[in-house]
């Protein structure tokens, strides 16, 4: 199916998905966003809400005030449930920017067209991440791995272990190791090839039947999801980004479900994944106003509220200006032997 067959066929019930779930949401969280008084002057931003947004300083208004006051214009908050929905609200204009993960990111920019404006930057200046295997040190895996014997794989010890995955088609959590284990002759595709949905199958067939594939939202989801999902012992193996230990178990906030940071091994990268961007709807926003939403992300970092707000709303440290080549061009190659992805480049 070619890229364009595949926006034809999903577009309507994407629509029909983004309209069920805004009602729901108003019905389920009840925040009260700002809306622009200015419609000439307005940046709309769509953003995934959550349950922990009703906290203070989870709610992501406070990112709009502050983007109001270093871009100038009236910042309205345009409330979406997931990644899906926040491509369809850029793409259909009722949204101007939208954060979301690599994948979709990528998927935003090959079906829809949208394109980058600014990226994540992490601590060490990185706009991209490794996705990496976390496996508990006492695992035959993590001894695979430390005993300098080329003849134990722990690639080939993850067959049949409960894996933990960040959610369906995340870059890191599923995209990226599949497309390894699957091109290096570890994962067999089953189903067919050319459907995403025999994705599922193919990481049941390789990892267990047991795998924790999660819904956003629910306690395994997400990296700090999949990383509890091994230490607590539900799953054998956290399939997340390299620095996820570090974000989640140490310091006086990590987590009470946290094991020692020696109990945890990390193995060698499956590949590289773009940090999370903003992405924008070129048809609809204008070079200028590009630039002005470009400079007044970059300037999030640059006060203490700044640097607060990035850290609850983003889980980053700051956001630097970005294009779409360059941060999502390589993508494609590292999840190119994905069942279903292929077709997106025919």
């Known amino acids: 199916m070619s890229v364009a067959d595949w926006a ?3 577009k309507a ?6 309209l069920i779930s805004a009602v729901t ?3 389920i969280f009840d925040v009260n966003y700002e809306e622009c008084d200015d ?3 307005c940046l709309v931003v769509a953003f995934e809400v959550q349950d922990t947004y009703l906290v203070w300083d989870k709610n992501p208004q406070h990112l709009a005030d502050k983007l109001s006051s270093l871009t100038g214009m009236d910042v309205e908050i345009y409330p979406v449930p997931d990644s899906g929905a926040a491509i ?4 259909k204009g009722n949204a101007d920017i939208a954060f979301m993960d690599g994948a979709a990111a990528w998927l935003a920019w090959e079906v829809y067209g949208l394109e980058v404006l600014a990226a994540e930057e992490k601590a060490d200046g990185r706009v991209y ?6 496996v508990r040190a ?3 895996m993590a001894e695979a791995y430390l005993d300098d014997d080329n003849s134990t794989d722990p690639f080939e010890l993850m067959r049949g272990k409960i894996s933990c995955h960040t959610g369906w088609l995340k870059s890191a959590g599923m995209l990226i190791p599949m497309g390894y284990l699957i091109a290096n002759g570890y994962a067999e595709v089953i189903g067919d090839p050319d459907n995403i949905e025999s994705l599922r199958d193919t990481v049941h067939g390789f990892f267990s039947t047991e795998s924790s594939i999660p819904e956003g939202g629910t306690p395994y989801s997400s990296y700090k999801g999949a990383l509890r999902c091994l230490s607590d012992g539900t799953g054998d193996v956290a399939l997340v980004k390299d620095s996820v230990v570090d974000s989640y178990c140490t310091g006086a906030d990590r987590y009470d479900w946290c094991l020692d940071v020696d109990e945890y091994v990390m193995l060698p990268a499956f590949g590289q994944a773009p940090s999370h961007p903003a992405m924008y709807n070129p048809e609809t926003m204008d070079e200028e106003t590009v630039v002005i939403v470009q400079e007044g992300l970059a300037k999030l970092k640059d006060d203490s509220e700044g640097r607060e707000i990035l850290n609850d709303l ?5 956001m630097v200006v970005a294009n779409t080549e360059t941060h999502l061009g390589t993508y494609g190659a590292a999840v190119s032997a994905v069942p279903g992805i292929q077709a997106y480049f025919e």
């Open 129 to 134: 991440y490794n996705a990496t295997a976390w």
């Open 25 to 27: 949401i108003y019905l």
């Open 13 to 18: 019930i994407l629509m029909a998905g983004v």
């Open 8 to 10: 034809v066929k999903n």
């Open 314 to 318: 983003l889980n980053t440290n700051g």
């Open 39 to 41: 419609k000439d002057n």
């Open 88 to 91: 369809e609200a850029v793409d």
């Open 138 to 140: 006492d695992s035959d």
